[in-house]
């Protein structure tokens, strides 16, 4: 899925100065967990996230991430622009809460990143005998 595509989806607008809107993007992450990020996704991910401190920046550029969208409506401050900018990592914004804005993608065919089998891992309270 492009940039452009996802822009349309979350009805977001452009932060950087210079974006390529036809960056593809193969799957969506959404992390305030910089942990969770550097964990679970992998090259070609967008990242959605609520923190807008140099930090997530940084966490993109390490683990390849291709464009950061800040939901909630934040814009991130001018340290975190700049930063983005100098990584060549697009920042976009949508209005739309990190659960709508990952739905709308989700639900548009942009597949989830660091997928893992859930039956491995029992509920809690439940009993481990056979």
Known sequence: MTLQEVLAIIEGKVISKRAN?????????????????????HSGTLLLSGLVNPQV????????????VFVRGK???PETIALADEKGIP?????YTMYEACGRLYRAGLKSCGLFDLSQH?????????
């Open 21 to 41: 809107l036809a960056l593809v993007v193969e799957a969506a992450c959404g992390a305030d967990l910089m942990s969770d990020v550097l964990a679970f996704t």
């Open 57 to 68: 920046v940084r966490t993109a550029e390490m683990s390849d991430i291709k464009a950061i």
């Open 75 to 77: 814009v991130p401050p």
């Open 91 to 95: 920042l976009l914004a949508t209005k």
């Open 122 to 130: 029992p509920r809690e309270g439940s009993s481990s005998g056979g």
